[in-house]
């Protein structure tokens, strides 16, 4: 049988690397070109771009960061049964926290792409 616990886990760790690879390398990308670009009087693009995706990198350790508290309330959850569901809720949270990180990390890097092509 699935263990649905693990496979969550998975996903959330790949959704974080992709947030990650996606803002990391269109920055990576644009700096190997940036001397060009700006030549091309492109500079307010490629900064503006370049910010933004160095937010969505800032947002994909984040992700990690929620994931990391949530985690932890899951298991003061289970050592402190009478705490229970208030920890359950704060993990809860926690994890939201952590799900629209990671989606704001994702537009920051089609924000970014938008940005530095609508320079052009």
């Known amino acids: 049988m699935a263990d649905y616990r693990e496979i969550s886990q998975e996903y959330a760790k790949q959704a974080i690397n992709a947030a990650f690879i996606l803002n990391g390398g269109a920055a990576v990308a644009v700096l190997s ?3 060009g670009l700006l030549e091309k009087g492109l ?20 992700t990690w960061v929620f994931g990391f508290l949530s985690t932890r309330y ?7 049964s009478a ?14 926290a952590g799900l629209i990180a990671v ?3 994702i537009v920051a890097f089609a924000t970014g792409c ?7």
Request: charged share 20%; hydrophobic share 55%; no cysteine.
């Open 74 to 80: 899951v298991d003061k959850s289970e050592r402190e």
């Open 43 to 62: 500079s307010t693009g490629v900064r503006q771009a370049l910010m933004i995706w160095a937010l969505g990198t800032i947002l994909a350790a984040l």
């Open 83 to 96: 705490l229970e569901s208030k920890h359950l809720r704060t993990a809860d949270l926690w994890m939201l």
């Open 33 to 35: 070109q940036a001397s």
């Open 103 to 105: 989606l704001l990390a």
């Open 114 to 120: 938008y940005v530095l092509a609508n320079s052009f």
